[in-house]
């Protein structure tokens, strides 16, 4: 059977791959310890699923309006009011099936046939594939580890052509964990501003920083780059819902209005007890964040000081998200293998530790660990990295 050319280009998840592999070798009876997890290991707040019990037992189980119910989308315009002085209208706000479906219909409602969309590297393994099935290109540029994996202006203008409708920021980052400051984004702004860019802004992990640095949003450094920035969110990482698929996305009301159509006619709407549940997220003073904040915090410092005892491994200290993005090329050389996958595939196939190649997130020196687990398991994973690195420099 012929498939469509459009997903015949696609590249597969190297973190769904490496996840693949470890359940595989647990099935198997193997003592695996999993690093490639993208959501935390907390269980959703017991308030938040009270709520969707409740809407449950009063009926709300019916389609919504494609865009979102309304008092979801009033909560949304306060959460932006409140944590990042952007004012929106609900027509400016869409609700979405994770915040991952409000970047795929975004891409598909903005992009035209071969219009480019600059992607900072490190990137979501996503943005790069989005961008490709809505007949885009990613036009990649590398941002260098030495400048902390945060794109230059000199970069993006270097980068912009006559056919660059947008230009993607993701802070904090996944994979990396860094953030831009508000002199970063303005220089960037202006930039975007200059040649008339879309920004795209995706600010999923905003909640998530383990610095005095406060989270800001390009979106609300002026009115004129409010005007042209589309901010991408939801509850998935702040509030360990990931598995109830609740994004959104803020912007200009034309945009608003096409990705509300578009996703009419693909999932009608997102699902209506899961927005009751997000509404109860947001409906609420308690702050769920506080205790996945400082846990985080403390297996960030153990880790960070764990990986930079092994030879041939080196980290900078990421602000924010729950990974560690380390330059492991050292290690992978002394140890005789040809690449970064491939000592990946050969640490999890000896000493069962799933880490994820950087390869997928267009920085091959480096690999993505997250430290969504344990204290008892991130400590024997870094014991099980490090016997593998010395064990194969012996050789």
Sequence with gaps: ?????????????STLAITAKAKELKSQGHDVIGLGAGEPDFNTPEYIIKAAESAMKNGFTKYT??????????????????????????DQIIVTTGAKHALYTLFQ?????????????????????????????????DADEKNNFKLTPEQLEA?????????????PSNPTGMMYDKEELQ?????????????VSDEIYEKLIYTSDKHVSIAALSEQLKEQTIVVNG?????????????YAAGPKEIIKAMTNLASHSTSNPTSIAQYAALAAYDTKEDPNAEMRKTFKERLELSLELLNDIPGISCIRPKGAFYLFPNVIEAV??????????????LLEEEKV?????????????????YATSIDLLEEAAKRIKRFVLNHQSK
Excluded at 1 to 13: E, F, G, Y
Excluded at 235 to 247: D, E, L, P
Excluded at 335 to 341: H, K, R, T, Y
Excluded at 364 to 370: A, E
């Design 333 to 346: 050389k002394s140890n005789g293998f040809e690449s970064v996958d491939e000592w990946v595939t050969a």
């Design 65 to 90: 309006p494609s865009g979102g119910i309304l008092n979801l989308r009033e909560a949304i315009v306060s959460k932006f009011n409140q944590d990042n002085d952007l004012e929106y209208s609900t």
């Design 1 to 13: 059977m012929d498939l469509a050319n459009r997903v015949k280009t696609l590249t597969p998840s």
């Design 109 to 141: 409602v903005l992009l035209n046939e071969n219009d480019e969309v600059i992607v900072p590297a490190p990137y979501w393994v996503s943005y790069p594939e989005q961008i490709k099935l809505a007949g885009g290109k990613p036009i990649v540029v």
């Design 159 to 171: 980068a912009i052509t006559s056919k660059t409708k947008a230009f993607i920021i993701n802070s």
């Design 235 to 247: 509850v998935s990482k702040s509030h360990a819902m990931t598995g109830w698929r609740i994004g």
């Design 187 to 199: 220089k960037l702004g202006e930039i975007c501003l200059e040649h008339n860019i879309i920004i």
């Design 354 to 370: 799933a880490l994820v190649p950087g390869s997928g997130f267009g920085a091959p020196n480096n690999v993505r660990l997250s």
